[in-house]
């Protein structure tokens, strides 16, 4: 930690906010001719890697001048009257919840922009391609350091129409349709939670997220807390997703373009997760309570339903897409950030938002991998990969099968790598749930999770064996190794999939207090 004046501090935090805005505005202007070089879309390209490379550096500055000694405060506030009549403020503020989600987006957008520098996926021209990744990151960052509930809404609609586009025009086959479904799926759920927001907010008097919290709920009756969880949960469901609002979910990663894949599953689907932490929960606590073992059961459904449908993929004459596979595993990962937050526990709590952070890394650099294999292939059919093209990545491009079996184990939780923690302890929180929640309903939960996590294993095994493993035929075409581009952008996210299995107490110890104060009254 370093020692950084809180001027300065809530500086870097609006810098990071506002600067993609900026940068995505200067992105649609002409280049002067000194930096448009020999390729004026190199230019643009190389401008986008420029401000998401400083956004993240804003970040990581952020993170070392954050008070580690006091992670459950809220800090870098920002709070300027915005709409007076409304009583709509321009606040903003990071704790321990919030920040690793804030620079894991900061980290996977400039990941994305310097793998399209050398990788621009085909589509229109890259000042358009560039603009709307920055919007995008503009919006997801927004999105958790804001602490007002109309300001969370607009920035959590604000990354719609820049993910629409990236898989409508950047996107592979089936992107019109995919994209459609993706916008109005968000656009549907998202018009069910506003008008919850909007009864906190008139109920309570006050938007304020961080004084709603601290008064946790007293302000509003149960019957309110009740219809304002049943609304806003819809709408944080559906981007989470919940089984069975997910559907949108396979279609949208199948169709888009390899970073958009890793923006939507690395990012986007944390922002439904992080609003039942930082808004339902705190705010509601007793509507939540009541729908807390629905929640509980929708998300072990998931789990199952989401490896089931894995293995189906995984199958040999299944035509499962490789791209899909991953996507449907998200959905039981997220069960189990599901079923950690229903405990209502510090336990479950700690546990959801450490998987929340552990599916970013290990899923981003899943789909990253999945995407250099169809960049080599053409294609990301199992059965074609398996027997057609002969991709037994250990022989013919090690290093690239190496690290996809990396990424299918610390996916199925191996212990020692991050994705173990999170789904540990969501399921040592449903063996103690909450005060006034079921206790054999959630041992049920429990023993139903441990059952996904055998299915999770199973059908990453099975991809592995057939994509890595066996003799390749004589006529395959010759695979290229990891290009120093792709080594780049994949080595932070393979290093901090270690460091969080191997030291877990580098997140614990920012997100457990935060929680602690969280459930006992909401962040000061």
């Not at 479950?348 to 990253?368: M, Y």
């Given at each position: 930690m370093i020692d950084i004046n809180e001027s300065v501090m809530q500086f870097l935090l609006a810098f990071v906010v506002v600067g993609p805005l900026l940068g995505a505005a200067a992105a649609l202007l002409p280049a002067p001719p000194g930096l448009k070089g020999k390729s004026p879309e190199q230019a643009v390209l190389?401008?986008?890697v420029t401000v998401t490379g400083g956004v993240l550096i804003a970040a990581i500055v952020l993170a070392l001048g954050f008070d580690h000694d006091q992670p459950s405060k809220m800090q870098a506030g920002t709070d300027i009257s915005w709409i007076p009549a409304l009583d709509v403020r321009i606040h903003l503020g990071i704790d321990g919840?919030?920040?690793?989600?804030?620079?894991?987006?900061?980290?996977?957008?400039?990941?994305?922009?310097?793998?399209?520098?050398?990788?621009?996926?085909a589509g229109p021209t890259p000042k358009a391609f560039v603009a709307l990744l920055l919007v995008l990151e503009s919006g997801t960052l927004a999105t958790f350091a804001v602490l007002d509930l109309l300001l969370f809404f607009l920035a959590f609609e604000m990354v719609l129409i820049p993910m629409y586009f990236l898989i409508a025009r950047w996107g592979g086959e089936g992107r019109a349709e995919a994209a459609?479904?993706?916008?109005?799926?968000?656009?549907?759920?998202?018009?069910?939670?506003?008008?919850?927001l909007?009864?906190?907010?008139?109920?309570?008097g006050t938007f304020d997220m961080v004084a709603l919290a601290t008064d946790n709920g007293r302000p509003l009756t149960t019957s309110v807390q009740v219809i304002a969880v049943l609304a806003i949960g819809i709408g944080l469901a559906v981007k989470t997703p919940m089984w069975p609002l997910h559907s949108w979910l396979p279609d949208a990663h199948t169709a888009a373009p390899t970073v958009g894949s890793v923006l939507l599953a690395g990012v986007l689907l944390k922002m439904g997760t992080y609003g039942f932490v930082r808004i339902l929960l705190p705010i509601a606590p007793d509507g939540f309570r009541t729908f807390a073992p629905y929640l509980a059961a929708f998300a072990v459904v998931g789990i199952i339903y989401g490896s089931l449908a894995c293995l189906a993929l995984a199958k040999r004459g299944a035509k499962g897409d490789l791209k899909r596979l991953i996507a449907y595993s998200s959905v039981g990962h997220m069960g189990f950030v599901l079923l950690g937050i229903a405990t209502m526990t510090p336990t479950g709590l700690n546990g959801a938002l450490f998987a929340n952070i552990a599916h970013g890394l290990i899923t981003g650099l899943l789909f990253f991998l999945v995407g250099a294999l169809k960049d080599r292939t053409g294609t990301t059919d199992l059965d074609t990969l398996a027997e057609e093209t002969g991709a037994a990545l250990y022989g013919k491009a090690p290093r690239l099968g190496g690290l996809l079996?990396?990424?299918?184990?610390?996916?199925?939780?191996?212990?020692?790598?991050?994705?173990?923690?999170g789904e540990m302890l969501a399921?040592?929180?449903?063996?103690?749930?909450?005060?006034?929640?079921?206790?054999?309903a959630f041992l049920t939960f429990m023993a139903i999770g441990v059952f996904g996590t055998l299915l999770t294993a199973a059908y990453l095994l099975?991809?592995?064996?057939?994509?890595?493993?066996?003799?390749?035929?004589?006529?395959?075409p010759t695979l290229a190794d990891v290009q120093s581009y792709e080594f780049a952008a994949w080595t932070p996210l393979v290093a901090l999939t270690v460091v969080a299995g191997l030291w877990p107490k580098t997140l614990l110890g920012l997100t457990d207090p935060a929680v602690q104060q969280l459930l006992a009254g909401g962040p000061r």
């Amino acid at each position: 930690m370093i020692d950084i004046n809180e001027s300065v501090m809530q500086f870097l935090l609006a810098f990071v906010v506002v600067g993609p805005l900026l940068g995505a505005a200067a992105a649609l202007l002409p280049a002067p001719p000194g930096l448009k070089g020999k390729s004026p879309e190199q230019a643009v390209l190389r401008h986008g890697v420029t401000v998401t490379g400083g956004v993240l550096i804003a970040a990581i500055v952020l993170a070392l001048g954050f008070d580690h000694d006091q992670p459950s405060k809220m800090q870098a506030g920002t709070d300027i009257s915005w709409i007076p009549a409304l009583d709509v403020r321009i606040h903003l503020g990071i704790d321990g919840i919030s920040l690793p989600l804030l620079v894991l987006t900061a980290l996977l957008t400039f990941l994305c922009a310097l793998y399209s520098y050398f990788k621009m996926p085909a589509g229109p021209t890259p000042k358009a391609f560039v603009a709307l990744l920055l919007v995008l990151e503009s919006g997801t960052l927004a999105t958790f350091a804001v602490l007002d509930l109309l300001l969370f809404f607009l920035a959590f609609e604000m990354v719609l129409i820049p993910m629409y586009f990236l898989i409508a025009r950047w996107g592979g086959e089936g992107r019109a349709e995919a994209a459609w479904k993706f916008i109005l799926y968000t656009l549907l759920g998202s018009v069910v939670m506003l008008l919850g927001l909007l009864l906190i907010g008139i109920k309570a008097g006050t938007f304020d997220m961080v004084a709603l919290a601290t008064d946790n709920g007293r302000p509003l009756t149960t019957s309110v807390q009740v219809i304002a969880v049943l609304a806003i949960g819809i709408g944080l469901a559906v981007k989470t997703p919940m089984w069975p609002l997910h559907s949108w979910l396979p279609d949208a990663h199948t169709a888009a373009p390899t970073v958009g894949s890793v923006l939507l599953a690395g990012v986007l689907l944390k922002m439904g997760t992080y609003g039942f932490v930082r808004i339902l929960l705190p705010i509601a606590p007793d509507g939540f309570r009541t729908f807390a073992p629905y929640l509980a059961a929708f998300a072990v459904v998931g789990i199952i339903y989401g490896s089931l449908a894995c293995l189906a993929l995984a199958k040999r004459g299944a035509k499962g897409d490789l791209k899909r596979l991953i996507a449907y595993s998200s959905v039981g990962h997220m069960g189990f950030v599901l079923l950690g937050i229903a405990t209502m526990t510090p336990t479950g709590l700690n546990g959801a938002l450490f998987a929340n952070i552990a599916h970013g890394l290990i899923t981003g650099l899943l789909f990253f991998l999945v995407g250099a294999l169809k960049d080599r292939t053409g294609t990301t059919d199992l059965d074609t990969l398996a027997e057609e093209t002969g991709a037994a990545l250990y022989g013919k491009a090690p290093r690239l099968g190496g690290l996809l079996a990396f990424a299918a184990v610390a996916s199925l939780g191996l212990p020692g790598l991050a994705g173990f923690w999170g789904e540990m302890l969501a399921l040592f929180g449903a063996f103690e749930p909450a005060a006034g929640l079921s206790r054999p309903a959630f041992l049920t939960f429990m023993a139903i999770g441990v059952f996904g996590t055998l299915l999770t294993a199973a059908y990453l095994l099975v991809v592995v064996r057939r994509v890595c493993m066996g003799a390749a035929p004589q006529e395959a075409p010759t695979l290229a190794d990891v290009q120093s581009y792709e080594f780049a952008a994949w080595t932070p996210l393979v290093a901090l999939t270690v460091v969080a299995g191997l030291w877990p107490k580098t997140l614990l110890g920012l997100t457990d207090p935060a929680v602690q104060q969280l459930l006992a009254g909401g962040p000061r």
